[in-house]
């Protein structure tokens, strides 16, 4: 593994905390995207069908068994003409945890404002969610109903890491059932 980038630092990868809660909470062969790509990637594709959406050459299929996705950022996020081919696509868990810098990360907010298919089936984990400069990203996914199960913070490592799970619930308009799928939701009452 030869990644050549000035940002490249091992303690960056996934915290095992964030993995461990994803290999707790998630099925085996489930559909991940992710914003961002490391580390942390080789070990997701081991049990998941990994999408990497990363902005930087050098790091690029790190992990063989991710498809990787070039965007370069473009206005501080990823270019959306790469990300056209996900807009009829969904996920099982999003991962937002790039941008590297942290202030660019707001950007996946408009994407999913314009591509909500993408985000309809998915769980979504904010990496790095309790820093100032990702805190207007946490709250506007919160006012456009998506909820906050888990907060996870490890203190082990040489860095503070915490990252937030979130769901959409999606209401039946026939019973006012809630799902956190929206397939699930649009069959509630079908029978």
Known sequence: MDVEDENFNPEYANAP???DWIFDNLAEGSKILEFGSGLGTIE?????????VESKSQWLYLAEDSTYIYAPLVNDWYDWDALELLTDQTFDLILIDGPFDLEKRIGVF????NNPKVFSEAILVLDD???DLTFEMM?????????QIHQGMETQTTLEHF???YV???ECPECASEFSKLSEMLNCCLA
Do not use: C, M, P
């Open 163 to 165: 990252f937030g799970v």
């Open 129 to 131: 969610n309790a820093y």
């Open 139 to 147: 709250q506007l996914f919160k006012q456009a109903g998506w909820e």
């Open 110 to 113: 408009d994407w999913f404002q």
């Open 168 to 170: 959409q619930n999606h």
């Open 17 to 19: 905390i964030l993995r």
């Open 44 to 52: 997701l594709t081991k049990k998941y069908q990994v999408t990497s």
